[in-house]
């Protein structure tokens, strides 16, 4: 088996935000023009643009070692894959999206049951008939290859689709039933290549650094100089991930502490720490933060 490792990088909406996680994890991939192999600067990975409903097919066939799909693309595609690290990063926000049931606001439509005979229309067809058949319902369900919302009530009855925020559903006029599942996604391996040491190694590395990346989004450190006098007063002002390192300086009247905290909290900790008594308050980002 060869040594270089196959990722794949998913196409679309999530590429940059892709691109960006993988930055900010040491991994610099940048993406051609009217190029499907984007480049990456290691030497030992390929990379491969494709589309994420794809991305877990071609993982279980071998076609690439590794990539990243949502937890639904998998369950779509009924792909047996190794599930490495889940990774709750999206293009709006970091909350999973979600697939659900929608009808028009003026539909007597209620609930799933009231599909009984009925048109669905929706991108997940494997996992909207397996919902369907999970509440046994029988009604036909047809692949959308697109503008799925503006469907229902002419050519179809009712929808299932994804959704992060509702605001496409509800300027479309349109009403959640229910939720069908929810994802996140996922960084998936090939299980003959995972059983590979060399490979195996290179993919629990990248997803270590991943993991450290997504851990430190929306957190800084700080560090500052504190009489020890005032050391319990500032000490109990931070409200740290761990408890904060305390160092002794040179004058041992004073001491150096280190922590970290969320970004959004800076603007109201730093200057109640300067009135404890810190001083040469410093915040610095984080890149990575490994547990």
Known sequence: ???????????????????????????????????YYPTIDDERIECLLIRAQEMARYVDQGVLDCGLTGHDWIMETG????????LVFSKVSRRPVRW??????????????????????TEAVGLTRRYLEKHGV???????????????PKL?????????????????DLRIVDEVIQSTPRFIANHKAYADPVKRQMIDDMALMLRGAMAAEGKV???????????????????ALQKPTVSTLSDELWCDVNTIIEE??????IPRLKAAGARGIVEYPLNKLID
């Open 138 to 152: 029988t009604a036909e369900v047809e692949f959308s290859w697109g503008a799925t919302e503006v469907k229902p």
């Open 221 to 239: 450190g700080l560090m500052m100089n504190v009489p020890r006098a005032n050391l319990q007063k500032v000490l109990s002002l931070l409200p």
């Open 156 to 172: 179809v009855d009712a929808i299932v689709e994804v959704t992060e925020t509702g605001s496409s559903l509800r300027a479309n």
């Open 79 to 86: 792909a047996d894959v190794h599930e490495v690290a889940e």
């Open 1 to 35: 088996m060869s040594t270089l490792l196959r990722l794949g990088v998913p196409a679309g909406s999530l590429k940059d935000a892709t691109a960006e996680l993988f930055r900010r994890a040491g991994y610099q991939i940048t993406f051609p023009s009217r190029s």
């Open 100 to 121: 659900v049931l929608c009808v028009p606001e003026t539909s007597p439509i209620q609930s799933v049951k009231d599909l009984e005979g009925k048109r669905i229309a």
């Open 264 to 269: 959004s909290i800076v603007r109201e900790i």
